[in-house]
């Protein structure tokens, strides 16, 4: 009998011809009520065969949704291997286990502090931390090793001072600028970051909602969950650039490239700091519990590479990508390229060189090498080397990582960047609260800002100016001072949104 998707008669199958499917040998699984034969590529599955086997002969859209994009199978999968339509009333329902963390999990739901008790970024991340699943937390909150850079991504706009000026006149404040030639409201875009439906079912496109309110630009990740042309679709008249993992079939890279030209993208963000994806010791470790089903027990089984999504995500990405491969990408494309992850100046010095239109200076927050400094550090080192050769002009330099604070923005608006990138903030804002979540967190970056820019004398951001900081303990990697512990001691210290008081009853 043939199952294939061509076949002009709607045969629909029923759980039990699926559930006979359930081993190595020949695995079906359901997603999105149809069905498909997996079996040949089990051993190519990024994530490895493990996860899939867990499912064979199952209904396994839950789990396969927040990691895959709606096209994946479309795009991967052999037509003939597209079985058709399922029977959903024939698929015996899963008995969920019960889950004790997930009861708790739901009860910390119902209790949630309300969206207007979150008077910063910090406080998003405070309350997605209670109420994500365990996995998803992982995932979004893991950086690589010690996860010392994730940390000093944010302790190092700590180590730059202001300088104010006063008596300036601020009664009118534009925060207005432009990014390779798009007018913004306020100097952020909002950066690329994998797999959106980990935290919120609807994905990237609230983030694309988001951006559209607040007039900033989205940045749309080659990973992201939703479909590229679904985050596209969503947007409304407003301007997005791509982030770009190079694919080791440059074919593939070219289609997705031109594709996103053709569809209006802006800007084409090389990533450029990730030949390998970095160990991400959280997210491994929240995988650890999956053991998988019997059915993969047999002697057949390769590596297990079920090490958390990260890895299970990168296993396309080109490690002999160099900057031989730049003059390739400006002969298929007319976007501004821009290279993300570029740590060093001398980097910035050849990027200008080859002739790109931007770097983003950037360590992917926090999540690749450990011990690499924070983009701000880097943006300090670049800007006084390009002033000094007059080539100021010649590129936009971004900065992303830890930027948390209005102030972060305004300082690295201060030393020359352009704009700054703002990743996980946004998630966690979107994790707990949705869409209303995203418009609240960018609302309070733009009070922020406003008070801000008032406050050291700046009535636009072409006001802001290296003399207006004092960086001179930036690349100091030391305590500075002792702590004082008797006032520690005496310091009521603040604290994030409370919990809503149970009902009396």
């Known amino acids: 009998m043939n199952h294939s998707s061509n076949n002009t008669q709607a045969v629909q199958l029923t759980g039990e011809e699926i559930a006979k499917h359930n081993s190595r040998e020949s695995c079906w699984v359901i997603v999105h009520g149809r069905a498909y034969d997996v079996t040949e590529f089990l051993p190519e599955h990024p994530g490895g065969p493990k996860i899939i086997l867990k499912y064979a002969g199952k209904d396994a859209t839950e789990e396969y949704e927040p990691i895959h994009p709606p096209d994946t199978l479309e795009k991967y999968l052999p037509k003939d291997k597209h079985l058709g339509e399922v029977d959903m009333g024939t698929v015996a329902k899963e008995e969920k286990e019960f889950d004790p963390d997930e009861e708790e999990r739901q009860k910390r739901i119902e209790s949630m502090p309300i969206l207007e008790q979150c008077y910063n970024l910090m406080d998003f991340e405070a309350v997605a931390r209670k109420v994500m699943k365990k996995t998803a937390w992982a995932y979004y909150s893991s950086a690589a090793d010690d996860e010392i850079t994730l940390r000093e991504n944010h302790s190092a706009f700590h180590k730059i001072w202001f300088r104010p000026r ?97 569809r209006g993208c802006k800007g084409l ?97 926090g999540r690749q090498l450990d011990t690499a400094r924070s983009g701000i550090e880097i943006l300090a080192e670049v800007m006084p080397v390009l002033r000094a050769r007059g080539w100021q002009d010649r590129l936009e330099v971004y900065i992303d990582g830890g930027v948390r604070r209005a102030t972060d923005i305004i300082k690295a608006m201060c030393l020359g960047a352009t704009g700054v990138g703002i990743g996980r903030p946004f998630l966690y804002a979107m994790s707990a609260y949705g869409l209303p979540g995203v418009d609240h967190a960018m609302q309070l970056l733009k009070d922020e800002m406003e008070m801000n820019m008032r406050l050291i004398g700046a009535a636009k951001v072409s006001d802001l100016n290296p003399t207006m900081i004092d960086t001179r303990a930036l690349s100091s990697h030391i305590a500075p001072v002792p702590v004082d512990t008797l006032g520690l001691n005496v310091y009521d210290s603040l604290v994030g949104p409370q919990e809503k008081a149970k009902a009396k009853l």
């Open 269 to 365: 963000f090389i990533t450029v700091d990730a030949p390998q994806l970095g160990r991400r010791e959280k997210d491994m470790r929240s995988k650890f519990s999956d053991v998988g089903s019997s059915v993969q027990s047999s002697s057949g089984s390769a590596v297990d590479r079920s090490q958390g999504a990260a890895r299970a995500i990168s296993s396309f990405i080109d490690p002999s990508l160099s900057w031989k491969d730049i003059a390739w990408f400006q002969s298929i494309t007319k976007m501004p390229i821009l290279l993300k992850g570029v740590q060093c100046v001398e980097d910035v010095i050849r990027a200008v060189e080859v002739g790109v239109q931007g770097v983003v200076l950037s360590n992917h927050g």
């Open 166 to 262: 006063v008596l300036v006149d601020v009664e009118h404040v534009d925060m207005s600028t432009t990014m390779l030639g798009t007018k913004v409201d306020i100097p952020f875009y909002v950066t690329a970051t994998a797999l959106g439906k980990l935290g919120h079912p609807e994905g990237e496109v609230v983030l694309t909602r988001g951006a559209k309110k607040h007039n900033v630009i989205q940045m749309i990740p080659t990973l992201a969950s939703c479909s590229f042309d679904e985050i596209m679709d969503a947007a409304d008249d407003q301007v997005q650039w791509l982030q770009l993992y190079v694919n080791k079939d440059r074919e593939v890279t070219k289609r997705i490239v031109q594709h996103a030209e053709k």
